[in-house]
């Protein structure tokens, strides 16, 4: 079979059986759900449990009981969300939220497949959510102030109604009607810990509000150096306004981050304070960071361009490079090895010449000792008279009379171990 027939073959196969997996009937699907959202402004959308827990055939039945629910969210042939959103269910018996900040860039249309599971009977149920982000008509608030809402988790400030009241508290010190909540984060996401399971414990809620009004001076205040410097030593900040907030929200004012476009960049505190020296301060309010875009390297293609491959390239001449390659290390070792072999040969000097440079009484005292060792050994070969009696054993210096050490068993007397 030819390639591009078999190519052909493949391609039907997989068009075949991704066909059949995104046909196959296997749970119910709810009606598409479209909804819009606006740049730099937060978007939630709500997985209510309610809907779903009609939509299982078996959840009717026992209606008492609460039927535990969990939901899987992803972008539609992609295996996750989109970066800007996030998914938030604190545990089944309650609804799941879609939550997060569109900008610029996610402009247009984002399908969102949401498969909803019964807990109990592993029935599931499917629902497509079309989110078309537009752009916000005034484009970004230039002040824009991020609160840290202590006493609450990240879904409890996501209904409507939370956060209508969060910012009519807003309101109370920032004296501007026009605010709009930008992004809702967990302090979690923030590097924030997770709380005790104690009752009243929670993760905190960052809370990004924009205003094109000026912030109060009570804001400045509070996100001051000076209000930084008494909160790294442990003192309550220069909060002077009365906090609308309590007692519904509990904002650590120490974490209160201010973006406004008038003021100076960042910049390390010159203070004759030596505490600074040790905790150097921030200054939290800085310009609206304008960050710059990706720089197109000489390897990325013009715009809408096509690819042009190279042509083919002509055939090389190899053989030269081959035989430096090849020949020069070659000839380099032949030569070691010529002069190697000239100095071990050739140039050999040998017995004379050490003779000659040796002086005469060192040689003398040579050969004495070489002739000496020669005539020890020659005696050692030829010993073959009488051992010297002392190296005989039991030799009786007076007497001269030999005893056999070893008593012979032909004495006939056993000596008794014990004498009688
Ligand atoms: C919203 O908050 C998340 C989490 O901190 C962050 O990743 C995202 O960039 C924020 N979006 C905007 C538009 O500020
Ligand atoms: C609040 O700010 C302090 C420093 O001022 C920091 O140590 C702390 O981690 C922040 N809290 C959270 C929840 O981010």
């Not at 996401?189 to 009752?199: A, F, H, K, S, T």
């Amino acid at each position: 079979m030819e390639a591009p027939e078999l190519l052909r073959l493949w391609v039907l196969a997989a068009v075949a059986l991704g066909g059949s997996r995104a046909a196959l009937p296997d749970h119910r699907v709810l009606p598409d759900d479209r909804v819009s959202s606006k740049t730099g402004a937060i978007f939630v959308h709500k997985l209510e449990r309610e809907l779903f827990q009609e939509a299982f055939l078996t959840g009717r039945e026992d209606d008492g009981v609460a039927t535990p629910i969990t939901f899987q969210a992803h972008l539609r042939d992609h295996p996750d969300l989109p970066r800007w959103l996030r998914y938030i269910q604190r545990d089944p018996h309650q609804s799941g939220y879609l939550y997060g900040c569109p900008t610029a860039t996610e402009l247009g249309t984002h399908t969102i497949e949401v498969l909803a599971y019964n807990r109990h009977t592993y029935e599931t149920v499917a629902q497509r959510l079309i989110v078309t982000v537009i752009p916000a008509p005034g484009g970004e608030p230039p002040y824009q102030g991020e609160f840290l809402v202590g006493n609450r988790n990240v879904e409890e400030l996501l209904p409507v109604a939370t956060r209508n009241i969060f910012l009519q508290a807003t309101a109370g010190v920032w004296e501007w009607d026009d605010l709009h909540i930008i992004n809702i984060t967990s302090a979690l996401d923030r590097g924030g810990r997770v709380p005790l399971p104690i009752e009243g414990r929670k993760e905190g809620v960052y809370v990004k509000v924009g205003s094109w009004g000026t912030f109060s001076p009570c804001l400045v205040a509070a996100a001051s150096p000076e209000s930084r410097f008494r909160c790294s030593l442990g003192q309550q900040p220069l909060a002077s306004c009365y906090d609308t907030f309590a007692p519904h929200f509990t904002i650590r004012w120490c974490n209160l981050t201010l973006v406004s476009p008038t003021c100076p960049p960042p910049h390390p505190m010159k203070h004759p304070h030596p505490l600074l020296t040790i905790t150097p301060l921030q200054l939290q309010v800085w310009p609206n960071p304008t960050t710059p875009g990706p720089v197109w390297g000489s390897g990325v293609l013009e715009e809408g361009g096509d690819f042009q491959p190279p042509t083919d390239a002509p055939p090389q001449d190899l053989l030269p490079g081959y035989l430096v390659t090849l020949l020069v290390p070659l000839a380099v070792a032949m030569l070691l090895c010529l002069l190697l072999g000239h100095l071990m040969c050739c140039r050999r000097e040998g017995v004379q010449k050490r003779d000659l440079e040796t002086s005469d009484i060192q040689l003398v005292h040579h050969t004495t000792i070489h002739s000496d060792t020669e005539e020890l050994r020659h005696m050692a070969s030829s010993r073959d008279g009488p051992r010297p009696l002392s190296t005989l054993p039991m030799f009786n210096v007076r007497t001269g009379q030999r005893i056999n050490p070893m008593p012979t068993p032909s004495d006939g007397a056993r000596v008794p171990l014990l004498p009688p």
